[in-house]
């Protein structure tokens, strides 16, 4: 065929349609407009739920040697923590029997002393477990409101404690119900004994450096007292046993001009969230009365 004789012009097919131009403004109106009717008016959530429901299969399988792997390592992870927590706790438990051998050997050494020196045996006290209800409403002091009173034979001045250390005391008793006023109540003080050197002091609530504060008054400012130090109850005031622990020593503040050192201590027991306590009976009634004066 001769070439002159071809048709150069394009086929029909090409000729047809709009301008790739026009198709691209159309199409890019139209996604406009389905994105604001969507995030308007939700038009294409029906869709979207059908299409999630069709594929959700699909993910489920795809999805299962991932949950396969991670539920793997997670049982690995699992054996290896159980594995070093039974290490840690055959541990604690034989350290816990060279205690125990230590304290009955302690003992029976206390009480062959006692004999010998004919002294009066330790003081015995019994206590009732209790819970805490809620904080009193006086928002000056630090006291809570455990659920046991007068019908459970709650005396007043009974020593409170929980499972880190002296709590508070008793300071009113109702019918069901009782007040305890906390360590860290500005009006409270109890004597304490620093288990370092022996030393006595007065620990007093104290809230000028953080809420749950104390600061043990009244100690000279060369007195041998260290951070770290452990307070406990020195048992002379016939209110709390002796040997229960009370507060850590946390600040020493000492001035060459000031007769008396500042140290700030930190209580041991949960004094804004114990649930728990244990009430301790009184000592008062072991305690031997003060002798009488006789009269010339």
């Known amino acids: 065929m001769p070439l002159g004789t071809l048709d150069r012009d394009p086929p029909p097919f090409f000729r047809q349609g709009y301008s ?14 389905l994105m604001t009717a969507d995030a308007r ?14 594929i959700y299969p699909v993910q489920w399988l795809a999805m299962r040697p991932v949950v396969l792997v991670q539920s793997m390592a997670g049982y690995f992870n699992s054996v290896n923590q159980a594995q070093t927590k039974e290490d840690q706790a055959r541990q604690a438990l034989v350290l816990q029997a060279q205690r125990a051998s230590q304290v009955d050997e302690l003992e029976l050494e206390n009480r062959r002393l006692r004999q010998l020196l004919a002294l009066s045996a330790r003081l015995t006290t019994t206590g009732k477990a209790a819970q805490v209800l809620y904080d009193a409403a006086d928002p000056y002091t630090r006291r809570v409101i455990i659920d046991r009173g007068m019908r459970q034979q709650i005396a007043l001045g009974s020593p409170v404690l929980d499972e880190f250390g ?6 009113r008793v109702y019918p069901l119900e009782s007040e305890v006023t906390l ?15 022996g030393a006595r002091g007065v620990a007093f609530g104290d809230t000028s450096t953080h809420a749950d504060a104390m600061e ?4 000279a400012a060369n007195a041998d007292v260290q951070v770290g130090d452990l307070l406990t109850t020195s048992g002379v005031d016939g209110v709390y046993p002796p ?16 007769v ?11 004094v804004s969230g114990a649930g728990y306590v244990v009430v301790l009976d009184p000592i008062k009634d072991q305690i031997p009365a003060r002798p009488t004066e006789e009269k010339p």
């Open 183 to 197: 360590i860290t109540d500005r009006d409270h003080a109890i004597p304490v004994l620093n288990v370092r050197t």
């Open 260 to 270: 008396f050192a500042r140290i700030y201590c930190v209580p041991l027991a949960m």
């Open 41 to 54: 008016f939700g038009v294409m959530q029906p869709l979207r739920v059908a299409i999630a429901t069709v």
């Open 20 to 33: 790739a131009l026009s198709k691209l403004a159309i199409c890019s109106a139209l996604a406009l407009f």
């Open 243 to 258: 040997g229960l622990p009370v507060a850590r020593v946390e600040k020493v503040e000492r001035q060459v001009d000031a």
């Open 166 to 171: 002296v709590l508070g005391q008793v300071t």
């Open 216 to 219: 043990l008054r009244y100690m």
